[in-house]
């Protein structure tokens, strides 16, 4: 803590801090501005009397709104509490399905499109009084559709635009699927953070005997897609790293993808080793599973799979049976996302906490501080390593 104290010593907050947080992760953003509230009452820099500090340690930086639906289906943003020269944090899930709405005396499911949208409202409802508008984004709208092979749609690079003529300044995402995208929006604060310090933190919480030299570990990349993650793992644990490519049918859609002939292996043996496969996201899963038989196939001792966003999209049936056939020994997600509450019950399954990192980021972009203490979790990682082998 007191690392990040000595970053916010001489720096105030540019405005008195708001967070509007949409029904999809209220939960999740309530333990957010529980972190904030201990960090603030704990802040030597604190200076109560002072109009810099005004409203800076509340009992929540929460505030009401809410984005209801008429019979048709149409909606409406607002907010009840005032946000007039506040910095403020629009928080959205944009993957949590869970949330259903009429339409006509028909139920619908909430879509990422739906929760766009609900940003866009909560936008306008603040009427332009903030001083600034930021909005975090876990999950990136339509990230996985950022480029252009043929006569198709670049979403994500649309909604990006969109968000900074609205007024947006900073846009917060997770393990984005290509941040290149930014390059959309180069006049806006774009930022992407990597969980990389809380995946392992939750796999050696999990299990006491993982044991990290070259001799027992190797991070797998599932892809070449992933590979920076992997190489950065690999990198600062000082283990090997292997990768598998994905051969495609190109000549075939189905789903809106080309789907997968074959995975080939490039990297050394994974014979008696524990490995760790790290992607942005499960969403069938089928390509992870895949890639855990047949690393279990090349004798792999155990399969740890850590993804960001834990979609789930087919449901956890394979899942399971992959577990019981031994084929994975744990899969590690954060909770930046909705998740089915079955998933809680699962023996393989293990969530790594991403509250304490978001209130983090949140406060110090507050104090207009460099995020770059935040960003690189290498010291933490270093700190953790040596405290586990100590």
Same mark, same amino acid.
């Given at each position: 803590?007191?690392?990040?104290?000595?970053?916010l010593?001489?720096?105030?907050?540019?405005?008195?801090?708001?967070i509007?947080?949409l029904?999809?992760?209220?939960?999740?953003?309530?333990?957010?501005?529980?972190?904030?509230?201990?960090?603030?009452?704990?802040?030597?820099?604190?200076?109560?009397?002072?109009?810099?500090?005004k409203?800076?340690?509340?009992?929540?930086?929460?505030?009401?709104?809410?984005c209801?639906?008429f019979g048709?289906g149409?909606?409406?943003?607002?907010?009840?509490?005032?946000?007039?020269?506040?910095?403020?944090?629009?928080?959205?899930?944009?993957?949590?399905y869970?949330l259903t709405?009429?339409?006509?005396?028909?139920?619908?499911?909430?879509?990422?499109?739906?929760?766009?949208?609900?940003?866009?409202?909560?936008?306008?409802?603040?009427?332009?009084?903030?001083?600034?508008?930021?909005?975090?984004?876990?999950?990136?709208?339509e990230?996985?559709?950022?480029?252009?092979?043929?006569?198709?749609? *670049? @979403?994500? %690079?649309?909604? /990006?635009?969109e968000?900074a003529?609205?007024? &947006?300044?900073?846009?917060?995402? =997770?393990?984005?699927?290509?941040?290149?995208?930014?390059?959309?929006?180069?006049?806006?604060?774009f930022?992407?953070?990597?969980?990389?310090?809380?995946?392992l933190?939750?796999?050696?919480?999990?299990t006491?005997?993982?044991?990290?030299?070259?001799d027992?570990?190797?991070?797998?990349?599932?892809d070449?897609?992933?590979m920076?993650?992997?190489?950065?793992?690999?990198?600062?644990?000082?283990?090997?790293?292997?990768?598998f490519?994905k051969?495609?049918?190109?000549?075939?859609?189905?789903?809106?993808?080309n789907?997968?002939?074959?995975?080939?292996?490039?990297?050394?043996?994974?014979?008696?080793?524990?490995?760790v496969?790290?992607?942005?996201?499960?969403?069938s899963?089928?390509?992870? *599973? @895949?890639? %855990?038989?047949q /690393?279990?196939?090349?004798?792999a001792?155990? &399969?740890?799979?850590?993804?960001t =966003?834990?979609?789930?999209?087919?449901?956890?049936?394979?899942?399971?049976?992959?577990?019981?056939?031994?084929?994975?020994?744990?899969?590690?997600?954060?909770n930046?996302?909705?998740r089915?509450?079955?998933?809680?019950?699962?023996?393989?399954?293990?969530?790594?906490?991403?509250?304490?990192?978001?209130?983090?980021?949140?406060?110090?972009?507050?104090?207009?501080?460099?995020l770059?203490?935040?960003i690189s979790?290498?010291?933490?990682?270093h700190q953790?390593?040596?405290?586990?082998?100590?």
């Open positions: 803590m007191q690392d990040k104290f000595d970053s010593r001489h720096a105030v907050p540019i405005a008195p801090l708001k509007a947080a029904e999809g992760c209220r939960s999740f953003a309530e333990q957010v501005d529980q972190h904030l509230v201990e960090y603030r009452r704990s802040n030597p820099t604190l200076s109560a009397d002072s109009l810099a500090y409203g800076y340690a509340a009992d929540t930086y929460l505030i009401n709104c809410a209801p639906r048709t149409e909606g409406k943003g607002i907010i009840t509490s005032s946000v007039r020269g506040s910095d403020l944090f629009i928080l959205a899930d944009v993957t949590n869970s709405y009429k339409v006509c005396g028909y139920t619908n499911h909430m879509s990422p499109d739906n929760h766009f949208q609900d940003i866009k409202r909560i936008i306008s409802a603040s009427d332009g009084k903030a001083k600034r508008i930021n909005v975090v984004m876990p999950f990136l709208y990230g996985r559709q950022h480029k252009r092979s043929t006569r198709e749609s *670049l @979403d994500c %690079a649309l909604a /990006l635009q968000l003529e609205m007024g &947006v300044t900073n846009i917060l995402t =997770f393990d984005a699927h290509d941040p290149r995208v930014q390059n959309a929006v180069p006049l806006i604060g930022d992407t953070f990597m969980p990389t310090y809380q995946f933190k939750a796999i050696l919480l999990s006491p005997d993982f044991r990290i030299d070259s027992h570990l190797m991070i797998i990349s599932p070449e897609g992933a920076s993650r992997a190489v950065y793992f690999s990198t600062i644990l000082g283990v090997d790293m292997g990768m490519y051969r495609r049918d190109y000549s075939t859609v189905v789903n809106g993808k789907p997968i002939v074959e995975h080939e292996f490039l990297g050394d043996s994974v014979e008696g080793k524990d490995v496969i790290v992607d942005d996201m499960i969403s899963g089928e390509s992870m *599973l @895949d890639v %855990a038989k /690393l279990k196939d090349r004798n001792k155990r &399969v740890f799979v850590c993804t =966003f834990g979609l789930f999209t087919d449901g956890f049936d394979k899942f399971d049976e992959f577990y019981n056939k031994g084929y994975i020994n744990k899969i590690i997600t954060t930046l996302n909705y089915a509450p079955e998933i809680f019950e699962k023996p393989y399954y293990q969530e790594a906490d991403m509250t304490g990192f978001l209130a983090s980021i949140i406060d110090s972009l507050n104090h207009d501080v460099s770059e203490h935040v979790p290498t010291d933490k990682i953790l390593l040596a405290k586990i082998n100590a």
